[in-house]
């Protein structure tokens, strides 16, 4: 099955700064990769996705970017602001079967 | 629109009992799913129910069940509660018709074993 790593565990960063994240998959034929952020006593929310077919997307401050042939994709999230501060997981499906997830990681922004 | 409603909350249980946990899903959402949450183990998915039949399952022991009413809704029961079992269990509704259709999660049910 497959299989996701996910990295740092712990970030933090100054408030206005950027943040990355990182992920990466063992199945080439995974081909959707979503983005979730869980705040504290609430269930995760989805806040971008990528589908295979795409190498790059981006919703205002947030972007997600696919390197198929490396198998990795990232999160990006610049001008952070204190309520990004939160539980990022990625996660990757191959078609038409579960979500695996990355094992989280916990973003504090430093005001 | 309502979300993803899931109740109890809160379960306090020993060892050897069973628990049944609900999760009601966004209206016309056909598609439930379940995740274990544990801090060691992240989010780890159960099953996923569409139209009432089990369309996929994770690598969980057969004393995880669940099943899905006509209505949508799904229940998940654990039997012969171990202490391992405690975790914060998620359900995630989606229209289903898709696999990358988002999925909207509920609060969880938070489940002590003791």
Redesign the interface.
């Known amino acids: 099955g497959e299989n996701v790593e996910q990295h740092p565990s712990t970030l933090s960063v100054q408030e206005g700064d950027s943040a990355v994240i990182k992920c990466t998959y063992s199945d080439s034929a995974s081909n959707?990769f979503?983005w979730?952020k869980q705040e504290l006593?609430?269930?995760?929310?989805?806040i971008i996705?990528i589908?295979s077919n795409v190498g790059e997307k981006k919703d205002q401050r947030i972007a997600v970017t696919l390197n198929k042939t490396a198998k990795h994709f990232s999160l990006h999230i610049t001008e952070t602001q204190p309520e990004d501060s939160a539980v990022y997981?990625c996660a990757a499906?191959l078609?038409?079967?579960?979500?695996?997830?990355?094992?989280?990681t916990r973003l504090t922004i430093i005001p | 629109k309502a979300g993803v409603t899931q109740t109890p909350r809160y379960l306090i249980k020993t060892r050897g009992q069973q628990v049944t946990l609900s999760c009601s899903p966004i209206s016309g959402h056909r598609s439930v799913s379940w995740y274990q949450q544990t801090p060691g183990q992240g989010l780890q998915f159960l099953f996923e129910y569409f139209s009432e039949t089990q369309r996929n399952k994770g690598n969980f022991p057969g004393r995880f069940s669940g099943r899905q009413f006509s209505n949508s809704r799904s229940e998940m029961n654990v039997s012969t509660l171990e202490l391992g079992d405690s975790a914060l269990y998620l359900c995630a509704s989606s229209l289903g018709g898709m696999y990358w259709d988002e999925q909207f999660f509920g609060p969880g049910t938070r489940l002590t074993v003791l």
């Not at chain 1, 006593?41 to 989805?46: A, I, N, R, S, V």
């Not at chain 1, 078609?95 to 989280?104: I, R, S, V, W, Y």
């Open positions: 959707y979503p979730y006593g609430k269930g995760p929310q989805l996705d589908r997981f499906s078609p038409a079967e579960k979500l695996t997830f990355g094992t989280g």
